[in-house]
């Protein structure tokens, strides 16, 4: 049975139906297959170099059952201050210098406070001034925090899922995945490209990998 997505489906036409029947695949078909998606729309032997640094490190307030910066857990990480954008020009500089070209600032906030967006703005205007695609995660956003990133150059944003609805009361009990997916909706009206994903290994069952 070929259940290859056509490049329309590849961006919008999965469903939990369609995933789990790529579950039931032979791994050597999955791979043959996921090969072929890959060459239509990628040079099938370039890799893109991409460096992350944590720009706000420790003390997010969240209870992420995965995650050391918590709070709420007793991880040894530090609450650390913003970083100064001097200091973050140049991590930039020297991963450019090493073959990135693509430069992602996350920070462990549940959302930043406007001051903050602010402050990250100014980093994505002089890291994209050094010729670098710009990325950040930063937790949730309100209204109009996405067009102030866009507007400063930001390119993508990272913020993922983590796990489907069902099971995320089992992971994170301090927000909802709906409270994500308003963020990806802001950053997508902003303009702004969507990094997303998930974790799998958390207890999660396989129907829950799917939805």
């Known amino acids: 049975m070929d259940i290859s997505p056509s490049p329309s489906e590849v961006a919008y036409g999965w469903t939990a139906t369609k995933v789990k029947n790529l579950f039931e695949q032979p791994l050597m078909d999955l791979l043959f297959d996921a090969q072929k998606v890959h060459r239509q ?3 099938p032997n370039a890799i893109q170099l991409s460096t992350l640094i944590s720009i706000k490190t420790g003390g997010c ?8 910066q918590s709070i709420r857990f007793n991880t040894g990480v530090v609450d650390d201050e913003l970083m100064a954008l001097d200091d973050v020009v140049r991590a930039a500089s020297e991963a450019k210098a090493k073959g990135a070209s693509r430069f992602c600032m996350g920070a462990a906030w549940r959302g930043p406070k406007d001051r903050d967006v602010l402050k990250v703005a100014e980093m994505v205007a002089a890291v994209k001034s050094l010729g670098l695609e710009t990325c950040a995660t930063l937790g949730l956003l ?3 925090q996405a067009e102030v990133l866009k507007d400063a150059g930001l390119d993508y944003y ?6 489907s609805a069902d099971h995320y009361g089992e992971i994170i009990s301090t927000r909802s995945q709906g409270d994500r997916h308003e963020t990806l909706q802001r950053v997508r009206d902003a303009g702004v490209s969507v990094c997303c994903g998930g974790i799998i290994g958390m207890g999660e069952s396989r129907d829950d990998r799917a939805d």
């Open 158 to 163: 990272n913020h993922n899922i983590d796990t």
């Open 142 to 144: 309100k209204d109009g």
């Open 41 to 43: 729309h990628f040079k």
């Open 61 to 68: 307030p969240e209870d992420c059952g995965y995650c050391p």
